[in-house]
């Protein structure tokens, strides 16, 4: 992964509250794991953003690096690392994934 790519990434993942890397877009999503994840995000009732990393094969495998993770879609809440789909849909039937995200958006970094 080249430095620009890592910083593009890094500038997405920290000016974003809540940010998923998936295949496609909210409206249209490119996969069932991308449409889950929409469908999850949507019923929390907070604003996300999305890369659809379909667009740009440097994003795409950029991402993979930066996270360490190696499947799409891919959450980030607040800078941080969350998971994939699993993992958002496992959080979710807990009823962990709204309290976390709520914390993101009502903290202030200083």
């Not at 890094?10 to 974003?16: A, I, P, Q, T, Y």
């Not at 069932?32 to 009732?45: K, P």
């Not at 941080?80 to 994934?97: A, P, S, V």
Request: glycine share 8%.
């Amino acid at each position: 992964m080249t430095e620009s790519v890592q910083e593009k990434i890094d500038g997405l993942v920290k000016n974003n509250k809540l940010l998923v890397f998936m295949k496609g877009t909210p409206q249209f999503p490119q996969c069932g794991f991308s449409a889950a994840t929409v469908q999850i995000l949507s019923t929390v009732g907070y604003p996300f953003e999305a890369v659809n990393v379909l667009e740009d094969n440097e994003i795409r495998n950029g991402i993979k690096a930066y996270s360490n993770w190696p499947t799409i879609p891919q959450i980030f809440v607040d800078g941080e690392f969350i998971g994939g789909c699993d993992i958002l849909i496992e959080m979710h039937n807990r009823g962990e994934l709204k309290p976390l995200i709520q914390e993101a958006f009502e903290s202030v970094k200083a």
